[in-house]
């Protein structure tokens, strides 16, 4: 069974600094894909960023570039993802999501629970 579990979200204050973390199981990790996604109230769902595990190929989407690294251990199934310089309008739930192959956009195969980010003063 495949098993996405997110840890670390929490509220922040603006410019401050979170880490996501994305634990994974059920699956060969290093065939897959894992992205985060996130979905604001009203909004539509937005992929942030992404990282093919079997190369370290990272992407990002241009409202974070700059501010926001994934990471993966693979030797312990996690993904990460440290977020620099929060703004209000990152505030969302932040979804670890997971695909075969390569990233997908903000349409991926299994997801996890998710995980709340606030940033407000």
């Known amino acids: 069974e495949v098993q996405l579990v997110e840890f670390g979200g929490g509220l922040v204050q603006p410019g401050g600094s979170l880490r996501l973390s994305c634990a994974a199981s059920?699956?060969?990790?290093?065939?897959?894909?894992i992205g985060w996604v996130r979905q604001a109230p009203g909004k539509e769902r937005e992929g942030v960023s992404c990282?093919?595990?079997?190369?370290?190929?990272?992407y990002y989407a241009a409202s974070v570039k700059d501010r926001f690294t994934i990471s993966s251990d693979n030797a312990n199934n996690t993904v990460y993802l440290k977020m620099n310089n929060l703004k209000p309008e990152d505030s969302a739930i932040y979804y670890c999501?997971?695909?075969?192959?390569?990233?997908?956009?903000?349409?991926?195969?299994?997801w996890g629970q998710g995980t709340q980010v606030t940033v407000s003063s």
């Open positions: 990282i093919i595990i079997g190369d370290g190929t990272p």
């Open positions: 999501a997971a695909s075969e192959g390569w990233c997908r956009g903000s349409e991926y195969d299994y």
């Open positions: 059920g699956f060969s990790f290093n065939d897959y894909a």
